[in-house]
Structure formats: C-alpha cells, structure tokens
C-alpha cells in the first residue's frame, strides 16, 4: 500500500482532517478519533490520519487516567477479542485479526501485544507500511524492547528500508552483543544496505558475488517488484507464478489466495481473480471479507465491460449491461444480508439500496437495525427520516434528524444533509421559521451547498 500525502487525498478529506486536528486541539479526542476513522474508512492509505488517530486515542486514554489498574482491567476485558485475533491470524484470516486488534487499540492504544498482533495482521495483508507505521510508534513508548524493535528491523528489510534496519540493529548489538540472532541481522542488513547503495558495481569493487551479498536472489528480485507500485506485465507473471506455487505449497493459507487475486484483478483478469476469490471461499468459507471482495471483483469486471462497451460507441451494449449491474448489485447485497444478518454495514447498504428502489417499508427497518453501527449511525437515522418523509411522518422525519444533528459537532456534508431536509420538511408543514433556522446554519458555513443561497433569500423575501 503506497502512502497518500494530505495534498493526495480528495479535498473533501482534507477538509476533515484539518477539522479532526482542530478538535484534537481543543481536546476532545472522542470526537477527534471519530473524524480521523472517517478519514481512514475513505483511504485507508492515509498514514498521516492513522498517526493522529493514535494520538488522540492515546490522548483520550491519558484524560480518563491510564493508570496501572485501570490498563489492567482494560487487558482483562478486551483479553477473549485478543485470543479471537490471534486465532484469527494463526487460520489465515488477517483482515478480521486486523479489524479486533484496530478495536482493541481503541481502548488500549499503548498495549504492546495488540501493537505487535496489528503489526502481524498488517504484514500479512501486505500493508507493509501500515506495520511499519504500528511498529515505529510502540517504538517510541518501548524503545528497548528486544522482540518490538527485532519484528521492526525485518519490516525494514522486507519494505526495502535498508538504513533504517541496519541503524536499528546497530543499536539492538548495543543492548544485546552476545545475541547471534542479533549479530546475524546486522550483517544482513549492511549487506544489503551495501547492496541498496551502489547494486552490482560496489559488490564488484570488493570482489563479491551477488550471492554472497543475498543468499535468495530469486526472493530479493520477489520483493522488489512486490514493491512497485506500478507493475509491468513480467513483473504481475513472476509474482503470479510465485503465489500459486505458495498456494501449491501451503493450500489452507487464505492470504495467498487475496494475493493472487489482487494480483488477477489488478491486471484486470477478472475471470480469474473471481475464480480465485470463488475457490478462497471454498478455503475459508463464511468469510465476509472474502463475499465482499468476491463482489467487489464482479463489480469491477462490469465496469471494464460498460467501460469498453462506451468507448465502441455500442449505446444499447452499454444499457443492457448496465441493467444487468444494477440486478446483480441488489441481488448479491441482499443475499449477503441473508448470510450475514448481524453485519451492520451490509444492513445500512441494503437499507439504502431498498431506499433507493422505493421500497420505503423494509428500507426503514434495515436502518433502524444499521443506527447501532457508530460508523453508519447518523447516515441511518438521516434515510430513516427520509423514509419517513415519503410515507408522510413528518414529526417522526424531524425526529430521527433531530437525533442525528445533535449527535455531529462539525458541520461536515452528512450534518449539511441533514439541516436541510429539516429545512425542507418545515417548509412542507409550514414552519418557516424554523427552516429558516436550519438553512442559515448552513449559509453561515457553505453559501454553495445546494441551492442554499436561494433557500435563504426566499426566507428574507
């Protein structure tokens, strides 16, 4: 995963990110932590976001009093979420591993061993950055840890950063001269930090071969094109062939089935990555990470179809395909629903597609089941109300945006959505007062949003 900088990301999460700042400022970390979690749903490749999420979860610990005891009783809570990671990680699934270690990290977000098993997660999702990231900052709170700083030396090497291991393992010989393992880091990383230098005219210069510089050079040559992050076709075959013969290898391993298709599918063989992600599920089956990227792949290969369909100018190819989108996206969402039903972001997803599809009813009860969801509450109880404003309930519309715009202190765009179908739904019952209240508070805050600046001045005429 290749970082993306603040200049990088939409300018929409920019604008959050700055506001999560200001609120960590003004010290409130909840909803600090709350506004950098959005960042990160959005682009997850957001590192600098995953930093200040950190810190303001560190932040927030420290203001409730992280003492001794309270750590204590947070470990012996959050202690059956550790075992179900690890054994999540240990049967290949590293994603939910992923997703409890991230929960449990929100409580305790200096816990050395939940650092340690998101790192592991991480990495084994080939988020090498995020791991490295992970690693780095329980680094600044354990800096003589033996087992933390040695796990960090190899994500050096294994992400390419030879300095920075050769530095650290220079350091971990201080603290442990006599440790072979230690000593044997430290040569391998001057070696290939000899090597990073000046490649095959240094080693040349001091009579080595390639091989006395890096045992493997079949690995080495692995892991730089796994670096890359535009990949030629070569490189996409030689790291294809090599998975498979992992997969031949170790065929229980689910990540190397996400790897292959990853690959597939970034080469847009999608009949492939889909067969892939098929036999995946074989593998792990019921996994709901697995269902979805299975219908992400689907998803994709129509797009590339509606894609060539337009640039071949064939209009009524692109409509029928098109339509056959739109019937597979419903349909596979609500067989999802089926056998996921305690999934709350599939609920809200369904929610909004019934929303979508007018079938107002069931799309209510999908979103006051998704409103226990903290990331999808406020979005659920807004289509909730707007259900209800097509059935004509008004008092209950203005009830659940109440709710949901009390609950949001920036005025973001879900909160501009919000006062405006208050604003809107006043006017339908002739509160025009009370609309104008809510269009001004946008007014104030985005003249363009909408048709906000006629909405005001009708109010004044």
């Given at each position: 995963?290749t970082?993306?900088?603040?200049?990088?990301?939409?300018?929409k999460?920019?604008?959050?990110?700055?506001?999560?700042?200001?609120?960590l400022?003004?010290?409130?970390?909840?909803?600090?932590?709350?506004?950098?979690?959005?960042?990160?749903?959005?682009?997850?490749?957001?590192?600098?976001?995953?930093?200040?999420?950190?810190?303001?979860?560190?932040?927030?610990?420290?203001?409730?009093?992280?003492?001794?005891l309270?750590?204590?009783?947070?470990?012996?809570?959050?202690?059956?979420?550790?075992m179900?990671?690890?054994?999540?990680?240990?049967?290949?699934?590293?994603?939910?591993?992923?997703q409890?270690?991230?929960?449990?990290?929100?409580d305790?977000?200096?816990?050395?061993?939940?650092?340690?098993?998101f790192?592991q997660?991480?990495?084994?999702?080939?988020?090498?950055?995020?791991?490295?990231?992970?690693?780095?900052i329980?680094?600044e709170h354990?800096?003589?840890n033996?087992?933390?700083?040695?796990?960090?030396?190899?994500?050096?090497?294994?992400?390419?950063?030879?300095?920075?291991?050769?530095?650290?393992?220079?350091?971990?010989?201080?603290?442990r001269?006599?440790?072979p393992?230690?000593?044997?880091?430290?040569?391998?990383?001057?070696?290939?930090?000899?090597m990073?230098?000046?490649?095959?005219?240094?080693?040349?210069?001091?009579?080595?071969?390639?091989?006395?510089?890096?045992r493997?050079?079949?690995?080495?040559?692995?892991?730089?094109?796994?670096?890359?992050s535009?990949?030629?076709?070569?490189?996409?075959?030689?790291?294809?062939s090599?998975?498979?013969?992992?997969?031949?290898?170790?065929?229980?391993?689910?990540?190397?089935?996400?790897?292959?298709?990853?690959?597939?599918?970034?080469a847009?063989?999608?009949?492939?990555?889909?067969?892939?992600?098929?036999k995946?599920?074989?593998?792990?089956?019921?996994?709901p990470?697995?269902?979805?990227?299975?219908?992400?792949?689907?998803?994709?290969?129509?797009?590339?179809?509606?894609?060539?369909?337009?640039?071949?100018?064939?209009?009524?190819?692109?409509a029928?395909?098109?339509?056959?989108r739109?019937?597979?996206?419903?349909?596979?969402?609500?067989?999802?629903?089926?056998?996921?039903?305690?999934?709350?972001?599939?609920?809200?997803?369904?929610?909004?597609a019934?929303?979508?599809?007018?079938?107002?009813?069931?799309?209510?009860q999908e979103?006051?089941r998704?409103?226990?969801?903290?990331?999808h509450?406020?979005?659920?109880?807004?289509?909730?109300?707007?259900?209800?404003r097509?059935?004509?309930?008004?008092?209950?519309?203005?009830?659940q945006l109440?709710?949901?715009?009390?609950?949001?202190?920036?005025?973001?765009?879900?909160?501009?959505?919000?006062?405006?179908e208050?604003?809107?739904?006043?006017?339908?019952?002739?509160?025009?007062?009370?609309?104008?209240?809510?269009?001004?508070?946008?007014?104030?805050?985005?003249?363009?949003?909408?048709?906000?600046?006629?909405?005001?001045e009708?109010?004044?005429?």
């Amino acid at each position: 995963m290749t970082e993306e900088t603040v200049e990088e990301v939409p300018q929409k999460i920019q604008d959050l990110f700055n506001k999560a700042l200001g609120t960590l400022e003004r010290g409130n970390p909840d909803y600090a932590i709350s506004q950098f979690s959005t960042c990160l749903q959005a682009e997850p490749a957001f590192f600098k976001a995953r930093k200040f999420l950190w810190a303001a979860r560190i932040q927030r610990m420290k203001k409730k009093g992280g003492g001794k005891l309270q750590q204590q009783l947070a470990t012996l809570k959050n202690a059956p979420k550790y075992m179900l990671a690890m054994l999540f990680l240990s049967s290949g699934k590293s994603e939910k591993a992923f997703q409890i270690a991230d929960a449990i990290l929100n409580d305790q977000p200096l816990d050395l061993k939940t650092i340690t098993l998101f790192a592991q997660s991480a990495e084994n999702m080939e988020w090498l950055d995020v791991a490295v990231q992970a690693m780095e900052i329980g680094r600044e709170h354990y800096p003589d840890n033996v087992p933390l700083l040695k796990a960090l030396g190899q994500l050096y090497l294994k992400s390419g950063e030879t300095k920075k291991a050769r530095a650290l393992f220079e350091h971990l010989g201080n603290i442990r001269p006599k440790d072979p393992e230690v000593l044997k880091a430290i040569k391998d990383a001057m070696a290939l930090d000899s090597m990073s230098k000046d490649g095959w005219t240094e080693a040349a210069e001091k009579g080595q071969s390639f091989r006395e510089i890096i045992r493997d050079a079949g690995e080495a040559a692995l892991l730089d094109k796994q670096a890359k992050s535009v990949k030629s076709e070569k490189d996409t075959d030689a790291l294809i062939s090599e998975t498979l013969a992992k997969i031949e290898t170790e065929p229980g391993n689910v990540n190397y089935y996400r790897a292959l298709a990853r690959l597939y599918l970034g080469a847009k063989d999608f009949d492939q990555g889909i067969a892939t992600l098929q036999k995946a599920l074989t593998v792990s089956p019921g996994d709901p990470e697995l269902d979805q990227a299975l219908s992400t792949a689907t998803l994709q290969k129509f797009d590339h179809e509606i894609a060539r369909l337009k640039e071949s100018g064939d209009e009524a190819g692109v409509a029928q395909k098109t339509q056959e989108r739109t019937a597979y996206a419903f349909e596979n969402l609500q067989d999802r629903v089926q056998r996921y039903p305690n999934d709350l972001k599939l609920r809200y997803e369904w929610g909004y597609a019934l929303f979508e599809n007018d079938y107002i009813d069931e799309a209510i009860q999908e979103f006051q089941r998704s409103q226990r969801s903290p990331q999808h509450r406020q979005k659920s109880l807004y289509y909730m109300a707007r259900c209800f404003r097509q059935k004509k309930q008004y008092d209950l519309a203005i009830d659940q945006l109440t709710l949901a715009a009390s609950e949001i202190e920036a005025m973001d765009a879900t909160k501009k959505n919000i006062l405006y179908e208050l604003g809107e739904i006043c006017e339908l019952i002739e509160k025009r007062e009370d609309a104008a209240k809510f269009y001004k508070q946008i007014y104030q805050v985005d003249i363009g949003f909408r048709d906000i600046r006629s909405k005001v001045e009708n109010v004044y005429g």
